[in-house]
């Protein structure tokens, strides 16, 4: 499949120069076929090129046996093709749509947090700030299954319509496809959970300019540190997600301008370690930001974590603009050192900070009796396999931050994944150590204003009349 290396095989029909034609034809097997810039020669087989394209329609994102048909039909015209030529395109589709993917998992994985939240009576809409309209877990689970309609089609449509020669209208699908999701995200008008849009809109705006909220009254919320903390482990989504905008910018979809690795969307492009590095520059700034509203210690002590991810990101880019030896001598043991001290310190950031771990968690005790309160609620092995897991994945997730590491692109897409789920396990401990000491708070607050009162009460009494 597209698990390594892609080869460009020397029989593809499909393979165009950036802004030029489609090179495609219906002639013989041994005719030859010219792009309009008259240097790009290849052989046809007829064989590959026969096929008639079906015009997508509406229906095709609508949930019915229609389009399961279409799925189907979609994914047996990529397997009837040679081993080469597929490669080439699940290589290429893997880019333009495994990003919105891994963001479909996210949001299908949110649903299930928010419905153990709202099982075991955990109140997320104070701990995050929520207004009355904020989205359930139906709600959610209702908006990852379109994305799921959605996204799996569109990626199929791609395949299809490249398979058989549609190479222009394969181009404009994950065009379409991301205007779809950016007008979804923007849209003014007062549909489709405006106020939750503008929730997270207005969360990233303060993630991104996390230093201009020293300008208003309002400081960084729990909501902006966990948002920014989810971005995080999504750093290689936005990478992917910078490299597809820029090939479709420089209309290089669908072209062989791709496997030019020092073009300035190719894979040793200077912008992917930036991206990959943003996110965690945000959570440093947030950190500072908060060590000078609070003044505590332990947000330098934070910011530092986050601070050790950036040598690992910048090293492993470093591979491609150096000599061989010097990469070999110098900067991979540089590397290698950064990454573990980034997977150790973030191991035990993890476990003692975000987490509160000195009691059985009560975030799966469930208000009524359930399967899964019984097989998580109070149960040891729940406390091995989340440690033994997050420090796993930790180490892991190094490998997904080293540029020189992205060969195998069927491996990274596994650990992303995987990283998304350490995430999602995660959410579950930081949130109930983050009720905890809101309700450690209140009960504070509580007995101060008892104690205040029976005060009161006391001095009111010596002042009677004998």
Same mark, same amino acid.
């Given at each position: 499949?597209?698990?390594?290396?892609?080869?460009?095989?020397?029989?593809?029909?499909?393979?165009?120069?950036?802004?030029?034609?489609?090179?495609?034809?219906?002639?013989?097997?041994?005719?030859?076929?010219?792009?309009?810039?008259?240097?790009?020669?290849?052989?046809?087989?007829?064989?590959?090129?026969?096929?008639?394209?079906?015009?997508?329609?509406?229906?095709?994102?609508?949930?019915?046996?229609?389009?399961?048909?279409?799925?189907?039909?979609?994914?047996?015209?990529?397997?009837?093709?040679?081993?080469?030529?597929?490669?080439?395109?699940?290589?290429?589709?893997?880019?333009?749509?495994?990003?919105?993917?891994?963001?479909?998992?996210?949001?299908?994985?949110?649903?299930?947090?928010?419905?153990?939240?709202?099982?075991?009576?955990?109140?997320?809409?104070?701990?995050?700030?929520?207004?009355?309209?904020?989205?359930?877990?139906?709600?959610?689970?209702?908006?990852?299954?379109?994305?799921?309609?959605?996204?799996?089609?569109?990626?199929?449509?791609?395949?299809?319509?490249?398979?058989?020669?549609?190479?222009?209208?394969?181009?404009?699908?994950?065009?379409?496809?991301?205007?779809?999701?950016?007008?979804?995200?923007?849209?003014?008008?007062?549909?489709?959970?405006?106020? *939750?849009?503008?929730?997270?809109? +207005?969360? &990233? $705006?303060?993630?991104?300019?996390? @230093?201009?909220? %020293? /300008? =208003?009254?309002?400081?960084?919320?729990?909501?902006?540190?966990?948002?920014?903390?989810?971005?995080?482990?999504?750093?290689?989504?936005?990478?992917?997600?910078?490299?597809?905008?820029?090939?479709?910018?420089?209309?290089?979809?669908?072209?062989?301008?791709?496997?030019?690795?020092?073009?300035?969307?190719?894979?040793?492009?200077?912008?992917?370690?930036?991206?990959?590095?943003?996110?965690?520059?945000?959570?440093?700034?947030?950190?500072?930001?908060?060590?000078?509203?609070?003044?505590?210690?332990?947000?330098?002590?934070?910011?530092?974590?986050?601070?050790?991810?950036?040598?690992?990101?910048?090293?492993?880019?470093?591979?491609?603009?150096?000599?061989?030896? *010097?990469?070999?001598?110098?900067? +991979?043991? &540089? $590397?290698?050192?950064?990454?573990? @001290?980034?997977? %150790? /310190? =973030?191991?035990?950031?993890?476990?003692?900070?975000?987490?509160?771990?000195?009691?059985?968690?009560?975030?799966?005790?469930?208000?009524?009796?359930?399967?899964?309160?019984?097989?998580?609620?109070?149960?040891?092995?729940?406390?091995?396999?989340?440690?033994?897991?997050?420090?796993?994945?930790?180490?892991?997730?190094?490998?997904?931050?080293?540029?020189?590491?992205?060969?195998?692109?069927?491996?990274?897409?596994?650990?992303?994944?995987?990283?998304?789920?350490?995430?999602?396990?995660?959410?579950?401990?930081?949130?109930?150590?983050?009720?905890?000491?809101?309700?450690?708070?209140?009960?504070?607050?509580?007995?101060?204003?008892?104690?205040?009162?029976?005060?009161?009460?006391?001095?009111?009494?010596?002042?009677?009349?004998?």
């Amino acid at each position: 499949m597209f698990g390594g290396h892609v080869t460009i095989p020397v029989n593809s029909p499909h393979l165009r120069k950036s802004g030029s034609r489609p090179v495609v034809s219906d002639l013989g097997t041994n005719d030859l076929v010219y792009s309009t810039d008259g240097d790009f020669l290849l052989p046809v087989e007829s064989a590959e090129m026969k096929g008639v394209t079906t015009p997508l329609s509406t229906a095709a994102i609508m949930p019915s046996p229609i389009l399961l048909w279409r799925l189907k039909i979609g994914w047996n015209s990529v397997m009837r093709m040679s081993v080469d030529l597929r490669d080439l395109f699940l290589y290429e589709a893997f880019l333009y749509f495994n990003p919105l993917l891994l963001v479909t998992m996210m949001v299908w994985l949110w649903g299930v947090n928010l419905w153990v939240f709202s099982q075991a009576n955990v109140n997320y809409a104070k701990i995050f700030d929520l207004d009355q309209n904020h989205l359930t877990y139906r709600e959610i689970w209702k908006c990852a299954t379109w994305m799921t309609i959605i996204v799996p089609t569109s990626m199929t449509a791609y395949l299809y319509l490249y398979s058989h020669g549609e190479v222009s209208l394969a181009a404009s699908q994950p065009v379409l496809l991301y205007a779809a999701v950016a007008m979804a995200l923007i849209f003014p008008f007062d549909i489709f959970y405006l106020s *939750s849009r503008y929730f997270l809109l +207005r969360t &990233l $705006w303060r993630i991104v300019f996390p @230093l201009q909220a %020293s /300008y =208003s009254l309002s400081a960084i919320t729990f909501a902006d540190f966990f948002v920014a903390d989810i971005l995080t482990s999504m750093s290689k989504v936005f990478s992917d997600l910078e490299r597809s905008v820029c090939r479709m910018v420089h209309r290089q979809v669908a072209t062989i301008a791709w496997f030019e690795a020092d073009s300035v969307c190719g894979s040793h492009a200077i912008a992917i370690p930036i991206v990959l590095v943003l996110p965690y520059i945000f959570r440093l700034l947030q950190c500072l930001r908060q060590y000078k509203d609070t003044g505590e210690r332990t947000t330098l002590l934070n910011a530092l974590k986050y601070s050790t991810a950036v040598p690992v990101i910048f090293l492993s880019a470093l591979k491609y603009h150096v000599f061989p030896d *010097s990469w070999t001598s110098i900067y +991979r043991p &540089l $590397w290698l050192v950064s990454s573990f @001290l980034n997977s %150790s /310190y =973030s191991f035990y950031w993890d476990v003692n900070r975000d987490w509160d771990l000195s009691g059985f968690t009560r975030i799966f005790k469930f208000s009524k009796p359930h399967f899964f309160s019984h097989l998580l609620y109070g149960r040891n092995w729940v406390y091995v396999w989340a440690i033994g897991s997050n420090l796993i994945l930790r180490c892991t997730w190094t490998y997904k931050l080293s540029a020189h590491l992205r060969h195998n692109y069927l491996t990274l897409f596994t650990i992303t994944a995987l990283e998304i789920f350490r995430r999602f396990q995660w959410v579950f401990f930081r949130v109930e150590n983050e009720w905890n000491k809101m309700n450690s708070k209140q009960n504070i607050e509580l007995s101060e204003n008892d104690f205040s009162s029976e005060e009161e009460k006391l001095l009111n009494s010596n002042h009677h009349d004998v």
